[in-house]
Each structure stands twice: as C-alpha cells, then as structure tokens.
Nanobody, 123 residues
Framework: VQLQASGGGLVQAGGSLRLTCTDS????????VGWFRRSPGKEREFVAG????????IYADSLKGRFTISRDNYKNAVYLQMNNLKPEDTAVYYC?????????????????WGQGTLVTVSS
C-alpha cells in the first residue's frame, strides 16, 4: 500500500480545502482509512476516520461540524472536506490505512501512512 495525501495549501481563515488520499496499489478499499494531523510543536492527533464501505464515520470532537470525511472506493480515494478553517487547523495532514474495516482514533491501529500534505490557515 502506498498512500498519497494531496490538496493542502494556504487558505485564509474561514475558507475551505478538500484533501484527497489515494492508494496507488488499490488495496485500501477493504480497510478503514483515517486522517491525522500534526501541528507545529504538538503531538499527532486524530482528525477523522471512515469504515471500509464509507457508511460509518468518526471525528475528533473538536472538529465535528466543520470537517467531513468520505470515500469513493471506485476511485480508490478518501476525502477530507474542511470548512470554516481556523489558524489552529494549520498542520501537516496525514492519511492512513487501518488494520481493520472499522475506523478508530488510535494511530497504532493504522498500518500504512501517506507522506502528508501541509495546510496553512492564515488569520
């Protein structure tokens, strides 16, 4: 599995971005996928996760209502729609493929990781 996250960039506060995670080997359609982020000077934190079929999602409590995770297994892609972005959302965002079909918020349950994409939100 080789995951690649894309879609990051510079956006003003209040703006939106959609991140995309793709799997070049087309194998993560059978696994849950999660998004994590690491802000400068902080530990990596869970953002959102989606089960293998796309019918079940989980979010970090602080991000509910602003972020939406979805997937299209035909396109072998998982998305993270981020709305009403805030400067504190500035981070490198990583996607990861889980060891299981159901998502969790523990990074240890994810086996394969993408290289990350930088999101910078200016005030």
């Amino acid at each position: 599995v080789q995951l690649q996250a894309s879609g990051g960039g510079l956006v003003q506060a209040g703006g939106s971005l959609r991140l995309t995670c793709t799997d070049s080997r087309r194998t993560f359609s059978n696994n849950a996928v999660g998004w994590f982020r690491r802000s400068p000077g902080k530990e990596r934190e869970f953002v959102a996760g989606i089960n293998w079929r796309g019918g079940s999602t989980i979010y970090a409590d602080s991000l509910k209502g602003r972020f939406t995770i979805s997937r299209d297994n035909y396109k072998n892609a998982v998305y993270l729609q981020m709305n009403n972005l805030k400067p504190e959302d500035t981070a490198v965002y990583y996607c990861a493929s889980s060891r299981t079909v159901s998502p969790g918020n523990d990074a240890a349950t994810y086996r394969y990781w993408g290289q990350g994409t930088l999101v910078t939100v200016s005030s």
